[in-house]
């Protein structure tokens, strides 16, 4: 496009990663592949909690000695772990990256491991040399089916025409359906009368299990209670919160051909995109079935979904399995559903199968990566190895007992499944079926300057959703997808 910069100077980031990338091919200072004291050592970035940390540092221990007595008569490998801030782990590698001295191993948001791809400073996994004696038989397509699937897709990506495993998925994170029993018993008689009026399955004793069951029940359940607004729904206003959504409607933002890896967005044209779109505008200003019942979780200034459902102002929301600590905690009698999915009216209206008309969730999580720095050193296997035995479904299975998570691995998540309870046997099973987030190396724009503006006039009704979406496509194109086109 006349005027605008090629793609590598579109992305100041990637280009930083990309000139330190060089720059240690160069010959920078690197540390040496065995230390004065005899061992390797493979410098760790990672973003864990403090809890996390410690449950980290004794299983990186076992691994130290495991590795020990599997290599007898070679060096001994020590993990160099490093706590970095999540929200910082981007500008930190930019940093070290034009120095040339990033770490050998990340663990890193999925949303930004394209990034590190693009700035050809991740190494390939499957070009590693041990990758066929740590998973054999196995190649960097059917090793998938080890993981959960969309985990594993955002690890596997297109950059200049080819495809490549750039990270292993080391922790998946996904949204359910909240929903609070006290106060589902305290409207019993609403939601009866509700059930009465739709002719919709509805009941106090359980959670919607379409979206017309839940605007029906998010109705019921918004009212004045002495005093005080209660509201049958929260929704937030990000892209990562409405995934679910759109996944279940069958409308994505980016679309990517899996044959070629050429990303294109159509949701100006998409049918499914603008009922969607006007349905949830519908949550909260309302339609002709009734008023709204969503409480503005968007909005600024009120309460977002995690805090309005702990303090009993939304009596559903969509949140993720880090909260259920935290709300068995405070003693809140609540219960953990499926992503509602179409009426089979709606289904059909939209032109989604049956066999696909199922409950969705979003991904969120990391990936490890192996990056340049340790192939330089010459110490990537052993950053590979320590990865392939972090993901193995025992590591993984201890990890989400001692901490409460879901295993990336699907033979770790079998193993735990009787482990657990409903609420996060729930979120087992979700995982399974989460979508993807858009593989795009600059999805904080997408997310921030284009989706989550728009979608904030829509749900306040200052912009109709067929403009809305005209909108987005416009941005997605201009902004996103023609720095990729022009690389």
């Known amino acids: 496009m006349k005027g605008r910069a090629p793609f590598s100077l579109q992305i100041p980031v990637i280009c930083a990663l990309a000139a330190g990338a060089l720059l240690a091919c160069g010959g920078m200072d690197l540390p040496p592949r065995v230390a004065e004291d005899g061992a390797i050592h493979l410098s760790c970035w990672q973003s864990y909690n403090t809890e996390e940390i410690r449950v980290f540092d004794e299983l990186v221990a076992r691994f130290e ?30 940093t070290t990256a034009q120095s040339g001295r990033t770490p050998d191993i990340v663990r890193l948001d999925y949303n930004k491991i394209i990034m590190l791809a693009f700035g050809q400073v991740a190494v390939p996994v499957e070009e590693i040399g041990n990758f066929g004696a740590l998973f054999p038989g196995e190649d960097m397509l059917s090793l998938r089916n080890r993981f959960v699937g969309a985990a594993y897709d955002a690890c596997l990506l297109w950059r200049l025409g080819e495809r490549h495993l750039y ?50 029940l998010g109705r019921a359940l918004t009212w004045q209670d002495e005093g005080r607004q209660r509201y049958g729904f929260g929704m937030r206003d990000s892209l990562w919160f409405s995934l679910p959504i759109l996944a279940v409607h069958g409308v994505e933002v980016i679309s990517q051909d899996p044959e070629t890896g050429h990303l294109s967005c159509n949701l100006a044209s998409s049918e499914r995109a603008a009922i969607l779109f006007g349905r949830m505008r519908d949550f909260y200003l309302g339609d002709e079935n009734g008023p709204g019942f969503e409480g503005g979780a968007w909005s600024a200034g ?40 179409l009426s089979d009216a709606m289904a059909e ?139």
């Open 65 to 94: 000695a495991e590795y020990a007595e599997r290599h007898p008569g070679e060096p001994p490998v020590v993990i160099d772990s490093e706590a970095v801030p999540f929200d910082n782990m981007d500008q930190q590698l930019s």
């Open 167 to 216: 990270a292993l998925p080391e922790q998946v994170t996904c949204l359910a359906l909240m929903w609070n029993r006290a106060l589902f018993r305290a409207r019993r008689d609403a939601i009866e009368a509700e059930a009465e009026r739709t002719g919709l399955p509805l009941s106090h004793e359980q959670p919607p299990r379409t979206w017309e069951e839940l605007a029906a």
């Open 302 to 341: 009120s309460d977002r979904t995690d805090r309005g459902f702990e303090n009993g102002s939304y009596a559903m929301v969509q949140e993720g399995s880090w909260q259920l600590r935290r709300y068995r905690d405070v003693g809140l009698d609540f219960g953990v559903a499926p992503i509602p999915r």
């Open 349 to 487: 209206r939209l032109g989604i199968p049956p066999e696909e008309n199922i409950p969705r969730t979003n991904l969120g999580g990391a990936g490890m990566c192996v990056l340049r720095t340790a192939q330089l050193r010459g110490v990537d296997e052993q950053a590979l190895e320590f990865m392939a035995w972090w993901t193995s479904p025992e590591v993984q299975a201890e990890w989400a007992l001692a901490l409460g998570q879901i295993p990336v691995t699907l033979e770790a998540q079998r193993m735990i499944e009787d482990q657990v309870d409903d609420r996060a046997r729930a979120f087992l099973i979700l995982s399974r079926n989460a979508a993807p987030m858009p593989r795009v190396p600059n999805y904080a724009t997408l997310e921030n300057d284009v989706y989550n503006t728009s979608i904030q006039r829509v749900y306040s009704g200052d912009l109709e959703p067929h403009e809305a979406l005209r909108r987005m496509e416009r941005d997605i194109n201009r902004e996103i997808l023609s720095l990729v086109r022009e690389r």
